[in-house]
Nanobody
């Protein structure tokens, strides 16, 4: 069974940066579609960013575009989420997700398309 484990969450001041990591066991990320989602208390799950099964371009949610960057570390079988210029509105539990099925670029925003999820890591941004 594939396991995804997020790490790197914590408390940071507004304007600061954090880097989250999602490490996989069981299968390689190389050919998988990968996504990051977040869920703030009392709110719906929100798409942060992700890339389709074919790799290449990464899609980002409008609220984080230009501030967050997703990258893959194939040597560590991990995917990272670099978060810069953090705002209090970014406070949420962040989840990574993977799909090993056919998931095109246009569908990476859909949480229901993913097969595996990490347990989440809390990010809190203070004002």
């Amino acid at each position: 069974q594939v396991q995804l484990i997020e790490s790197g969450g914590g408390l940071v001041q507004a304007g600061g940066s954090l880097r989250l990591s999602c490490a996989a066991s069981g299968r390689t990320f190389r050919s998988a579609a990968m996504g990051w989602f977040r869920q703030a208390a009392g709110k719906e799950r929100e798409f942060v960013g992700g890339s389709g099964w074919s790799g290449g371009n990464t899609r980002y949610g409008d609220s984080v575009k230009g501030r967050f960057t997703i990258s893959r570390d194939n040597a560590k079988n991990a995917v990272n989420l670099q978060m810069n210029s953090l705002k209090p509105e970014d406070t949420a539990v962040y989840y990574c997700a993977a799909s090993f099925g056919t998931l095109p670029y246009s569908d990476v925003v859909m949480s229901t398309k993913y097969d595996y999820w990490g347990q989440g890591t809390q990010v809190t941004v203070s004002s």
